[in-house]
């Protein structure tokens, strides 16, 4: 499995899509996702082994600076994010580096602060309407992460005489489902 998502150009974001910037190094992809599952955790990725050539050690580095996630262009992102004008109406000071992607510095020190949104949902949903949304072909929040997270809230049917699990439909066109 491991060799399938890692190796053979999977898009985990759009299944149907190829990769953005062409397929990375299996080892990236591979300790990106091992580090965002060790930081979950509480527990620290650990170095890995130096590889070997002809059995001597080579240098390598385990540092990433901004790092984009495999399949993702965030071109227009970080150009936009980093334009003086948007800066300064965003009010972000001079001092204060330049807007990327994604940032070892925040992913190294980032800690969960709660382990389910349930509780929040829970609290919201009183006095206002939530619609749990993800696409089909999203390996990385897929449909079956959500579907079980809004049956673990347990909440009523829309109404008592329609089923559980409904189509939703848009302009005649299958849009997903609803519960």
Known sequence: AMHFIYDTGLNEYALYRDC???LPPHYSRWRMAM??????YGLS??????PQINGSWIHTSTRRV???PPCLNATAEIEWLNNP???KALHIPDVVQPWDFCSDEVGDHYKNLYSSM???YMA??????????NGDTDLACNFLGSQWFVEALNLPALSPTTPET???TYNDQGAGFVK
């Open 85 to 87: 004008d948007v800066r």
């Open 20 to 22: 953005a910037g062409g």
């Open 124 to 133: 919201l949903l009183p006095k206002y309407r939530a619609l749990v949304y």
């Open 166 to 168: 409904q189509p939703w």
């Open 66 to 68: 901004g790092v984009i």
């Open 118 to 120: 349930h509780d929040q």
């Open 45 to 50: 990725l650990p170095d890995p082994p130096k």
């Open 35 to 40: 580090s965002h599952l060790f930081n979950t």
